[in-house]
């Protein structure tokens, strides 16, 4: 049973660099045909697909983000990670780390609540 478990700071001010690390049980994050993703909801809106680390390395932008986001991973520690700059509080939400595939998000993590407030 794969298994996803999001960590990063509940607080962020703005301005500042949101840094969230997935850390994933049960299955390799190099094992071919997933995408390891991350998708975030804010208040009152849907779900926002943020972008993903192929199995390869490869990144998929969320174009409206990639300005503002990176992501890495750490094969030795079966997990990945991803960064967003220059946070406001629209970036708000509750941000899942999810296993994909070319058809469907499998996996998905408990999701971890972020607050962008001074």
């Known amino acids: 049973q794969v298994q996803l478990q999001e960590s990063g700071p509940g607080l962020v001010q703005p301005s500042q660099t949101l840094s969230l690390t997935c850390i994933v049980s049960?299955?390799?994050?190099?094992?071919?045909?997933?995408?390891w993703t991350w998708i975030r909801q804010s208040p009152g809106k849907g779900l926002e697909y943020m972008g993903a680390l192929g199995y390869s390395g490869r990144i998929d932008w969320n174009p409206s983000l990639q300005s503002r986001t990176s992501f890495s991973r750490d094969t030795s520690k079966n997990q990945f990670t991803l960064q967003l700059t220059s946070v406001t509080p629209d970036d708000t939400a509750v941000y899942y780390c999810v296993r994909g595939t070319a058809s469907e998000f499998e996996y998905w993590g408990q999701g971890t609540q972020v607050t962008v407030s001074s």
């Open positions: 049960g299955g390799s994050i190099t094992a071919k045909g997933y995408y």
